[in-house]
C-alpha cells in the first residue's frame, strides 16, 4: 500500500497544534491522517522569502515528514491575499459584495499553484495516494496531470461550493472547472454543496452527472463527487478535557461568572463567521428581555486572521465597535456583558470554557462545516449538558439537526434562540445532546480520513 502525500495551503507541525487559532480546522485533521498512513505533509512554510533556488525544507515532527516552500512577497500578496483569500473565499461564502475579480492576482495563482507542482512532483512516488485539500489549490490536480502523474489524486473542498448562479460571476470559472475534474475524487462537506458541483457540472459544462451515485463524465474521464463531512478528533479533544489547563480554564470561568449563565462564542475573525450579526441579536435579546442582562454573559474569543486582506480590518474594526456599544449601554461596576478576547487559546483552554459555557453560540452567515459545533458538544457534561444554537448555513447543520437551528441574519431568531437555550430543562438538553453526540463521537476526523483515503484508493477511470 502506498504512502499518503497530501498537499495544502499551509502546512502545520503537530507540537504547533492548537496554539493559536490560525491554523483552523484542518491542520489537526491532516496530522491524525499522516500519523495513520505514513507520507509527507506538502505546501507553504507560511514564511515570506525572495529566495528562488527552490529549496524545499524537509523536517519530521512526531511521526510526521513535513515538505516546505517558502514563498515571495509577490506570490504572497497576488496568490494568498488575492486570489484566494479575496476572490474565492467570499464568492465560495456568497458575498460577492466582498469579491474582488484582479486579472493579476488570478494569473499570481495559477503561477504559485505551478510552483507547488513543480517542487511537489519529485517526493511523489508510484503508489502514493495524493490528497490536494482546498480552493487555494484547485487547479493543482491538472498541473500535476501534465507532469505525468498518474497516482490517484483527490480533492477536498473545506468550504462550501457556492450555487451555479453565483459561481458563473468568476472570470474564468469554466477552466477552473475543468481542472477539478483532473482529480479522480472531489469531497465536499456536506450535500448541499456537492449538489451545486454537480449543477454546475451538468449545466455549464454539459457533463453528464449520476446524481445517485456522484460519477461525473466529461470528456472521456470519469470522476467520482462525494460529500465527506469532517469530524473533530474525539479522542484527542476528550484527552484534554482530562488535563490541568482544561480544569483549571473551566474553573476560571465559572468562578467569574459565579451565578450567571456563560455562553461562548469561539471564532476566527472572519467575516464569514456572522459575529457582527451575532451581536446584533444579543443586543435584541437585552432590548426584549431587560431583566434577563443579569442572567448572561457572553463570551467571544475571536484570534484575528488574515489580517493584510482589507474585509478582515473592517470586520475587526465593526465587531469592537458593536459589542463597545451593547457593553457602554448595558455594563453596571460589577457587569460587563461581552467578554470580547482577540486571541487563541489551546485546546485544552477551549474545552474547558466549552465546558463551563451552558450556551454554545454558532452562528457563521456562511460555513463548510464548522468544527466549533461539535467541540462544543464534544466538551459538555453528559449529565448536565449545555444547548447548541447553530446557524441552518453551516454544513455541521445538517448533521446536527437537535440543535437550536437559527437564520444568523435575523436578530429577532437569535434573540429567540437564546430565550429558549436559556430556559430550556435538562431533559430537553439531555434529549437533544445525545441524538447529536454518538455522531460526533463514531464520525470523527479518522473516519473521515479513512473514507476519503479508502474511496481514493478505489476510485479513477
Ligand atoms: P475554519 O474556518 O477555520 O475552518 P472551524 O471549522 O470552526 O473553522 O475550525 C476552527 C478550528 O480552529 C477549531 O478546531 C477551533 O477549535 C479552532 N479555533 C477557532 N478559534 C480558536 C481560538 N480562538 N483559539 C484556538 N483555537 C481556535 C475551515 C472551514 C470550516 C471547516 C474546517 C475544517 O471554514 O467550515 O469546518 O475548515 O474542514
Same mark, same amino acid.
Given at each position: ?185 472531489? $469531497?465536499?462537506? #456536506?450535500?448541499?454543496? &456537492? ?6 457540472? %451538468?449545466?455549464?459544462?454539459? +457533463? *453528464? ?118 457593553? $457602554?449601554?448595558? #455594563?453596571?461596576?460589577? &457587569? ?6 482577540? %486571541?487563541?487559546?489551546?485546546? +485544552? *483552554? ?112
Amino acid at each position: 500500500m502506498g504512502r499518503l502525500v497530501v498537499i495544502s495551503n499551509r502546512v502545520a507541525v503537530p507540537k504547533a497544534r492548537g496554539v493559536a487559532g490560525a491554523q483552523g480546522g484542518l491542520a489537526g485533521a491532516l496530522n491524525s491522517a499522516l500519523k495513520d498512513y505514513g507520507g509527507i505533509w506538502f505546501g507553504w512554510s507560511g514564511q515570506e522569502s525572495d529566495d528562488r533556488t527552490g529549496n524545499i525544507n524537509m523536517q519530521r515532527h512526531d511521526g510526521v515528514t513535513t515538505a516546505t516552500i517558502d514563498l515571495s512577497t509577490r506570490d504572497i500578496d497576488e496568490y494568498y491575499n488575492g486570489y484566494a483569500n479575496s476572490t474565492l473565499w467570499p464568492l465560495f461564502h456568497y458575498r460577492l459584495d466582498l469579491t474582488e475579480y484582479e486579472r493579476e492576482t488570478g494569473k499570481g495563482y495559477e503561477r504559485v499553484n505551478e510552483r507547488f507542482a513543480e517542487s511537489v512532483t519529485p517526493l511523489i512516488e508510484q503508489d502514493d495516494l495524493v490528497w490536494v485539500h482546498d480552493y487555494h489549490l484547485i487547479p493543482l490536480g491538472a498541473r500535476l496531470r501534465e507532469r505525468g502523474l498518474k497516482n490517484r489524486i483527490g480533492f477536498f473542498l473545506h468550504i462550501p461550493w457556492p450555487p451555479t448562479r453565483l459561481f458563473v460571476s468568476l472570470p474564468f470559472h469554466e477552466r477552473l472547472v475543468r481542472t477539478m475534474l483532473e482529480y479522480d475524487l472531489i $469531497g465536499f462537506q #456536506s450535500d448541499e454543496w &456537492l449538489e451545486s458541483f454537480l449543477h454546475y457540472c %451538468r449545466k455549464e459544462l454539459g +457533463a *453528464e452527472v449520476d446524481d445517485a451515485t456522484g460519477v461525473i463524465s466529461f470528456e472521456g474521464r470519469t470522476v467520482e463527487a462525494r460529500a465527506y463531512p469532517i469530524g473533530i478528533d474525539w479522542e484527542h479533544f476528550q484527552k484534554q478535557g482530562e488535563s490541568e489547563d482544561a480544569k483549571g480554564a473551566e474553573q476560571r470561568l465559572v468562578s467569574s461568572t459565579r451565578n450567571r449563565c456563560a455562553m461562548i462564542g469561539v471564532d476566527r475573525l472572519d467575516y464569514s463567521k456572522g459575529l457582527p450579526e451575532r451581536i446584533d441579536g444579543i443586543g435584541r435579546f437585552f432590548d426584549q428581555y431587560p431583566d434577563r442582562v443579569r442572567d448572561l454573559v457572553y463570551i467571544q474569543v475571536a484570534p484575528p486572521s488574515r489580517e493584510d486582506v482589507e474585509s478582515y480590518q473592517q470586520i475587526r474594526a465593526l465587531l469592537e465597535q458593536k459589542t463597545g456599544q451593547i457593553n $457602554g449601554a448595558r #455594563s453596571e461596576v460589577d &457587569l460587563v456583558p461581552i467578554r470580547y478576547v482577540n %486571541r487563541g487559546y489551546s485546546h +485544552a *483552554e477551549l474545552y474547558g470554557f466549552f465546558r463551563a459555557s451552558k450556551i454554545g453560540l454558532v452562528t457563521p452567515l456562511r460555513d463548510g462545516m464548522n468544527l466549533v459545533a461539535k467541540e462544543y458538544l464534544a466538551a459538555q457534561d453528559p449529565k448536565d449538558p449545555g444547548v447548541l444554537i447553530l446557524s441552518r448555513f453551516a454544513g455541521a447543520a445538517q448533521q446536527m439537526s437537535e440543535a437550536v437551528l437559527v437564520n444568523p441574519h435575523s436578530p429577532d431568531d437569535l434573540s429567540h434562540a437564546i430565550k429558549t437555550a436559556l430556559d430550556m430543562p435538562l431533559e430537553d438538553r439531555k434529549h437533544r445532546y445525545e441524538a447529536m453526540v454518538a455522531t460526533i463521537r463514531d464520525d470523527n476526523v479518522q473516519a473521515w480520513t479513512k473514507q476519503f483515503c479508502d474511496d481514493l484508493r478505489g476510485s479513477g477511470d
